[in-house]
């Protein structure tokens, strides 16, 4: 056994720090702990929980494959067919072992996705927001940048690994940004915001704050990872719904959660990417994205910018989660997203919560503590997909009365809950030219 190490004669308990901050998060409810799921992949939403009493099967209301396109015929086959043919691994960064084709393929298609002249592939969307904020801000000299009060904790670490200086705007307050910008006089900024917040499922107001960049000669930069796939004909997001993707500078997006891979990147001008792929530390010296994963990836993005069906079918699905949940009382944030919060407001309840749905409805939604959201806003997070259907949405909401009554949760008063109920009904019916769109095979 190693000896404990001394400083003048003073042992150092290294390993007792540790165990401090850990039991530190253990007090307050914050300590993480990992359920060990296997998803199935032929049976969406399903998977099997590795219990410490052994297998059991269990629904997943909580997952970020928003489309169940993990798990599509046309992307597992194109990564098996890419894996056979080139291998498992990239060999080593893009600078080093030369770029392989399908990633060559991959930023052609998403630069057509967000229609950009060009696109750059990273290893996650944390990657992508970390070292593309970072190095567009310090290429431009006395830049500011002006960053929406809950963007992302990748956005967060670009902006401070950028240097430059930075102002906080409130969250989706475009008069408060149009301050801030007024304030900056004539130096150079970016206006960096998330399109879709993942925690609590609200929209940003991207055509006012393109507005407001214009008047003052700002740069844009829009996070969609939580939207790509989800929104636009094509599946490019909020701004590409909303018809101001050209008023876009910068498009950051991921390939992990409505595309099912693995992977981030950015969009924008030819100059703007090359000089992000010439300078960015976190794309220089990383291994590039695995041939398999890119190929994969492009069949999910070819797949979506022309099927309604899943993104039809989810829409379906979440305004129905809505109502149910209204209906029983659960006190949910009314969102027009795919994303539904169902608040908790304390830290031990939210994982007891989850532990319960666990354990005794085999229904797995993970607890959100702080850091992720403010103390005192603990929440799950559910996320349905296409394929949760009917009969699991009356589970699901059974199950969390029962957790609520047996942890005494507080429900919603009787009217909120009967008129977000009627909102979310008329949600839940498909427009008149979707209505059929049922019948489309899962596998086209």
């Known amino acids: 056994m190693k000896a404990t190490p001394k400083v003048n004669g003073r042992e150092m308990d290294y390993d007792g720090y540790f165990s401090g901050a850990l039991s530190q998060l253990r007090q307050e409810g914050r300590y993480r702990e990992f359920v060990e799921i296997e998803r199935i992949a032929g049976r969406i939403p399903f998977a099997i929980w590795h219990s410490s009493e052994g297998p059991r099967e269990v629904a997943i209301w909580c997952s970020n494959d928003y489309l169940g396109m993990g798990r599509h015929p046309k992307v597992i086959k194109a990564m098996i067919e890419t894996a056979s043919r080139m291998g498992t691994g990239a060999g080593g960064t893009r600078n080093i072992a030369g770029t392989n084709r399908p990633l060559v393929e991959l930023e052609r298609e998403l630069a057509d996705l967000h229609d950009k002249p060009a696109a750059l592939v990273f290893t996650s969307g944390y990657v992508s927001n970390q070292s593309g904020i970072s190095t567009i801000a310090r290429l431009i000299p006395d830049s500011l940048i002006l960053s929406d009060e809950l963007n992302h904790n990748s956005m967060i670490e670009g902006i401070r690994q950028s240097g430059a200086e930075k102002r906080i705007w409130r969250h989706n307050d475009v008069t408060d940004l149009e301050r801030l910008l007024t304030a900056a006089g004539d130096r150079p900024k970016l206006i960096v915001f998330e399109s879709l917040y993942s925690m609590s499922g609200d929209v940003a107001p991207i055509k006012q704050i393109c507005d407001a960049a214009e008047r003052h000669g700002a740069l844009t930069y829009c996070d969609e990872v939580h939207a790509v796939g989800m929104y636009g004909t094509r599946g490019s997001g909020v701004a590409g719904r909303e018809k101001v993707m050209h008023r876009i500078d ?154 609520w009554q047996w942890l005494a949760l507080p429900f919603v008063p009787h009217q909120l809950a009967a008129e977000r109920t009627s909102d979310f009904a008329r949600a839940a019916r498909p427009p008149s030219n979707l209505r059929g769109i049922e019948v489309l095979s899962r596998d086209l």
């Open 250 to 403: 910068i498009v950051e997006g991921t390939l992990a959660k409505a595309f099912g891979c693995l992977g981030g990147y950015i969009a924008g001008s030819s100059n703007l990417i090359d000089a992000v792929r010439s300078f960015a530390p976190g794309f220089i010296f990383t291994t590039a994205l695995p041939p398999p994963m890119c190929a994969a990836a492009t069949a999910a993005i070819r797949h979506l910018k022309s099927s309604p069906w899943e993104r039809a079918r989810q829409k379906r699905s979440a305004a129905r989660v809505k109502s149910a949940l209204s209906a029983a009382r659960l006190p949910i944030l009314p969102t027009d997203t795919h994303i539904i919060p169902l608040m908790v407001g304390d830290p031990l309840k939210c994982k007891a919560a989850s532990d319960l749905l666990l354990s005794e409805h085999d229904i797995y939604i993970q607890p959100i503590n702080y850091p992720t959201v403010a103390k005192g806003t603990e929440r799950l997070r559910i996320t349905p997909t296409p394929h949760h259907g009917d009969e699991l949405i009356a589970d699901l909401a059974e199950a969390l009365v029962d957790v």
